[in-house]
């Protein structure tokens, strides 16, 4: 791999597993950050992507750019920044991370990925969109608090975690050839009701809890009901099981904290 990579993003949970995976196949990669730069063997250069302050800067160079920056609203403010920047940079190829129910599940983060999407796949720079199931690393903060009580809810929905190092190798793949639109889906190795995925986290820390299973009501019930959440036939698949995650977890410690990653940078 020649050029230049920008990485947004690229100190969060999947983007620092990427970084050295695309420098490993030859990448010089450039990360935007909303802080002072970090070190490292990338090189860090500061901006932000809700205002675009420094992406023309950041793109100077640039072959191609991986969008991994988002947060809890704005991703879609956020995407339209970095297209417009990598539109007047003449970037050559623009990637990002959705989510595997993007245009299926009647919520709201569902929706804004799915406007991202529509974002990209407008854009004047050719794009590729890959859309992952919630990473382990995801589900282990959601397992942490339902399980924090005695009593513990277990909706009834179906997840399928993928390990964010398998979701930065699909990326570096991607990122690695030409520009695709829809790359598909990612997911992990296997479903799991939400149940079953909270008794094994559970027991990974010695927690004794009872399990109380409800559904969900309206279009989302009946949505989750329905597997849109779930990623299809075709869809790749990881290697790593949740069970295989929750041994090796450095998030996971003794006393049971979590490490929240963060999700912008």
Not at 167 to 176: D, G, K, P, Y
Not at 248 to 256: D, H, K, N, W
């Amino acid at each position: 791999m020649d050029g230049r990579i920008l990485v947004t993003g690229g100190t969060g949970t999947i983007g620092r597993r990427l970084v050295p995976l695309l420098e490993g196949r030859g990448a010089t990669v450039r990360v935007l950050t909303r802080h002072a730069p970090l070190g490292g063997a990338a090189d860090h250069v500061v901006g932000d992507v809700m205002t675009g302050a420094g992406l023309d800067a950041a793109m100077t160079g640039v072959e191609a750019v991986v969008h991994l920056a988002g947060g809890a609203k704005g991703d879609d403010v956020a995407a339209a920044n970095v297209t417009a920047a990598a539109e007047r940079a003449g970037v050559r190829h623009i990637l990002t991370l959705s989510v595997v129910g993007a245009g299926r599940m009647p919520i709201g983060y569902f929706r804004a990925k799915e406007q991202v999407e529509t974002i990209f796949a407008a854009s004047a720079v050719p794009s590729t969109v890959l859309r992952a199931a919630q990473v382990h690393q995801l589900v282990l903060r959601m397992a942490a608090g339902m399980t924090k009580l005695p009593v513990a809810p277990a909706p009834r929905i179906r997840f399928e975690p993928v390990d964010a190092g398998e979701v930065a190798e699909r990326l570096a793949e991607l990122a690695s050839g030409s520009p695709a639109g829809m790359a598909g889906e990612l997911a992990g190795p296997e479903v799991l009701e939400a149940e079953e995925l909270l008794r094994e986290y559970a027991d990974a820390r010695g927690l004794r809890r009872r399990f109380v299973r409800f559904g969900l009501p309206g279009k989302v019930g009946a949505a989750y009901r329905a597997g849109a959440n779930l990623a299809g036939a075709d869809a790749r698949r990881g290697r790593t099981t949740w069970a295989e995650f929750l041994r090796t977890a450095p998030e996971l410690t003794v006393e049971g904290h979590v490490d929240a990653p963060k999700t912008r940078s």
